[in-house]
Nanobody, 125 residues
Framework: VQLEESGGGLVQPGGSLRLSCAAS????????MGWFRQAPGKEREAVSC????????YYTESVKGRFTISKDNAKNTLYLQMNSLKPEDTAVYYC???????????????????WGQGTQVTVSS
């Protein structure tokens, strides 16, 4: 099983980034997918999650209206489009996968079976 994030980097406030997460080694269409982030000195938090069929999404309050999650089941890839970035969005962003038969709350870190290594997003002028 492998989840490989890409697309992070340094961006100025108000800028945009698109994160990608390439998945392999499991049946992508059977899994809810999520983006989490962890800033220095803070706990890892759920940013956005999407149902296995892409039909429902969750966003933490601080990113609503700015971030958009999507998944391409044909390419086994998860995306996070991040617009109007703020310095407080600075963190390491991780993608994660949770089996649709076992997940009960998309915000709970412990419910995710597989994790990527993370990609750094830094928002600074």
């Amino acid at each position: 099983v492998q989840l490989e994030e890409s697309g992070g980097g340094l961006v100025q406030p108000g800028g945009s980034l698109r994160l990608s997460c390439a998945a392999s080694g499991f049946t992508f269409t059977n899994y809810y997918m999520g983006w989490f982030r962890q800033a220095p000195g803070k706990e890892r938090e759920a940013v956005s999650c999407i149902r296995s069929d892409g039909g429902s999404q969750y966003y933490t309050e601080s990113v609503k209206g700015r971030f958009t999650i999507s998944k391409d089941n044909a390419k086994n890839t998860l995306y996070l489009q991040m617009n109007s970035l703020k310095p407080e969005d600075t963190a390491v962003y991780y993608c994660a996968a949770a089996h649709s038969r076992t997940i009960t709350n998309v915000k709970y870190i412990d419910e995710y079976n597989y994790w990527g290594q993370g990609t750094q997003v830094t928002v600074s002028s």
